[in-house]
């Protein structure tokens, strides 16, 4: 009889435990709305470029070598000018590597490889504004340095920088 009352017991108290954590009725109510979500997008441009490796330069005769300019802008982005500065060592207007000491080798950045159309900041390879799409604009700078004074035997280098203009 005990073992009986205490399985009545257990019955009991699941019923009720089951009772307590029953799921909702169908006499439940519910609401509902809605959530946004936004963000914007404003024009930008990233540029890199490869370098432009003229080899061994000789000063009895010019180096030639070419960079890759890749652009890439957000869609629908327009770009009015992709611009080269002078370098970090500009001497009489014309661009200069610098080496040992205070040694420079000069040297030009063209729009072609026959070196006619020099590139600057105003100068640029482009026919008019262009509207950026998916894929990026590519543009070949194409370097010489010409036959110039014999300088000290090391690296020489200089940093041309890129500026895009855009809206």
């Given at each position: 009889?005990?073992k009986r ?158 500026t895009?203009?855009?809206?």
């Amino acid at each position: 009889m005990f073992k009986r009352l205490r399985i009545q017991a257990a019955l009991g108290a699941l019923v009720l435990g089951s009772a307590l954590v029953a799921p909702l009725g169908a006499d439940a109510l519910t609401a509902t709305g809605t959530m946004t979500v936004t963000t914007g997008v404003v024009a930008s441009c990233t540029t890199s470029a490869t370098t432009a490796n003229l080899g061994t330069w000789n000063f009895t005769a010019a180096s030639t070598a070419s960079s890759t300019i890749t652009v890439s802008c957000t869609q629908g982005a327009a770009v009015s000018s992709v611009g080269l500065d002078n370098g970090l060592f500009m001497v009489a207007a014309v661009r200069q590597m610098r080496g040992a000491g205070t040694a420079d080798i000069g040297y030009g950045v063209y729009q072609d490889a026959t070196f006619a159309t020099a590139w600057t900041n105003a100068a640029w390879p482009a026919l008019a504004t262009y509207t950026a799409v998916v894929a990026p604009a590519v543009f070949t700078a194409y370097v010489i340095a010409p036959p110039g004074p014999n300088v000290i035997a090391g690296t020489y280098t200089d940093t041309v920088g890129i500026t895009v203009t855009y809206s």
